[in-house]
């Protein structure tokens, strides 16, 4: 059945035209027709994601980013590959760090085994100090190679870009950062070859700041004396550091061993 428009009256649902006041009927029926088609439903809108989930999946992703720029500089140390800004501040502060901790264990380890005490706030603080100076000499060297570069090549490097390569570069110092921690850990006889390895790293490092402070392409005036500028600014910081760092670690030892000449 179907019904009038007009006059409201029932009539058979293949009537065209109205019996009672012959109103057309179809075009009724197709303008029905055509509001149900074109009528949209609403879509359904999916819940955005967490922002908790968001941010931990972002670090999930630069972590694994980092790793992976980690594993090839091990590979090709100096190859060409793309890093954020924070790989090699991170990678060489973590180093830094981590070398500190391996001589907080056996400072700690020996202190104890020989005056019966861990060292107390005497440790804290030198190793405070020495991981300051030591970031601070790191920063040293990274300025002489700016410096050498801009004399070699008369152009300006990145700073971010010039910590990314020297730490790419000395990359597998990682590797030997963590093992000569754990050498650390274990103690006794171990202690000789974490040191050694502490050496190791540094020469590394050292390496690494000269071969990038020449290595590149059209050179301005001869790498020779870009190097030389290099080293002596690196040097004149690193004594800088000892001076101000030397005292204040020399006034702490000999605390130390005014304490142990007590027991």
């Known amino acids: 059945m179907k ?14 035209f109205c019996t009672n006041c012959g109103t057309k009927l179809i075009e009724e029926n197709i303008n029905t027709s055509v509001e149900k088609a074109t009528r949209v439903e609403p879509v359904s ?16 992703v630069k972590m694994q980013n980092y790793w992976q720029w980690l594993v090839a500089s091990w590979k090709r140390p100096t190859g060409e590959q793309s890093a954020e800004k924070w ?7 973590g180093e830094i760090l981590l070398f500190v901790l391996g001589i907080s264990v056996a400072l700690n380890g020996s202190i104890s085994g020989i005056f019966g005490s861990t060292g107390g706030s005497f440790t804290t603080q030198v190793l405070f100090e020495l991981f300051l100076f030591l970031a601070l000499a790191g920063l040293g060297k ?7 570069r801009k004399f070699i090549f008369q152009t300006k490097t990145d700073i971010y870009t010039l910590i990314n390569k020297i730490a790419q570069i000395s990359g597998i110092n990682a590797i030997i950062i963590v093992v000569a921690f754990v050498c650390c850990i274990l103690g006794g006889n171990n202690y000789g070859f974490a040191v050694l390895l502490a050496i190791i790293a540094l020469f590394i490092f050292d390496f690494a700041c000269i071969l ?15 190097l ?3 080293v002596g600014i690196s040097l004149l ?8 760092f030397g005292n204040a670690l020399k006034d702490q030892i000999q605390s130390l061993i005014s304490s142990a000449l007590r027991f």
């Open 87 to 93: 790989y090699g501040i991170a990678t060489i502060l």
């Open 237 to 244: 910081i690193v004594l800088i550091l000892i001076g101000i």
């Open 228 to 230: 030389l500028i290099s």
């Open 142 to 148: 990274i300025v002489g190679v700016m410096f050498g």
């Open 45 to 60: 809108q999916t819940p955005a994601q967490p922002q908790r989930m968001r941010s931990t999946s972002d670090r999930s």
């Open 3 to 16: 019904k009038c428009p007009n006059c409201g009256a029932s009539m058979d649902a293949d009537v065209n």
């Open 212 to 226: 990038f402070t020449v290595k590149g392409q059209n050179e301005k005036r001869d790498s020779f004396y870009g």
